[in-house]
Each structure stands twice: as C-alpha cells, then as structure tokens.
C-alpha cells in the first residue's frame, strides 16, 4: 500500500471520538472539530443489531490516533464524507496505509453502500463488494446474524 498524498478538500488529524460504525469526529491542526462520515459504508445503527460492535471495531482502529481522511466533499447533515487512513496497529513502520472503511466490511461490521458505489472509484467498488461478499461467506460480525437488517431499511423502520 502507498500512503495517500494530501489533496486539497483532505484532513489531517487525530480522532476524537467515534460516534457509531460509520461516523467519527476529527480535531485537526487548526484546533477545528469535523465530524467525518466514512463513504462507502453504512453501519448498523447504535441502536440496532451489531451497531455497538460497528463502533467498538472502528474505535479500535481510530480512537486517539493520527488520521487522514480523503474527502472533497460533506453531506447534507454538514458531515465531511471521506476514506479513512490510519496506522495498522501492527505496523510500526507502515504509515497511514489502513482503510478503515473497508476494515469496518472485511470485519462485518458495515453493508458496503451500494446506492453510492458511483461516487466510488471502480478500484474501490471491487474491493468493497468482494469484501463485504467475503464477510457475508465466513458469516463475520453481522453476517452471523441469520437475517441481517439493513441501516437504510433500520432508520426507515423508525421514522
């Protein structure tokens, strides 16, 4: 893996927190707070089947530490979207080489987004795909669960 050069739209810092499976808070070098949605995911809801699990695995990988996230872009709830590179936590010398959004697929701990998979890059839709294909194989994390419900089909369910 190469680590990815910083692009303008991209931010540099440390995680501060890890609100859900999908959803974390970046405090960068400004001292300013962001509030980061990983793309290419989605993951269970607090509330729901599999999403405290979502969040401890993604706090696992990002909690305190350094980050870069790829974006060029926020949602509509004011959210910054990107990709999330991290140091493995087993690799000393390996720099911010970890996706931590595709972490969270191969894990089984988040549905890869497919209504977004244009906003992806084609290299980036087969990895997620064959990755949440290959979890759903070995029945990790949410995979074990016999009938899985869906985030998007979970907050419809709410409203």
């Not at 810092?13 to 999908?22: L, P, Q, R």
């Not at 087969?126 to 979890?135: P, T, V």
Request: aromatic fraction near 8%; glycine fraction near 8%.
């Amino acid at each position: 893996f190469a680590t990815p050069l910083v692009a303008l739209g991209d931010i540099v810092g440390k995680v501060v927190s890890v609100t859900d499976g999908d959803t974390i808070k970046v405090l960068d070098r400004s001292s300013i707070h962001h509030t980061v949605r990983l793309t290419g995911i989605d993951a269970p809801e607090q509330d729901q089947p599999y999403g405290k699990s979502s969040r401890e695995h993604l706090a696992s990988m990002v909690a305190g530490k350094a980050v870069l996230v790829a974006s060029g872009t926020s949602d509509s709830y004011g959210r910054l979207l990107g990709k999330v590179w991290v140091q493995p936590s087993d690799c000393a010398s390996c720099g911010k080489t970890l996706d931590a959004n595709h972490a969270q697929l191969l894990a089984g701990m988040a549905w890869w987004y497919r209504y977004y998979a244009s906003e992806q890059s084609p290299e980036d839709r087969g990895r997620y795909e064959s990755s949440e294909d290959e979890a759903r194989k070995r029945k990790r994390g949410l995979w074990a669960d016999p009938d899985p419900i869906n985030p998007y089909r979970w907050r419809k369910g709410k409203r």
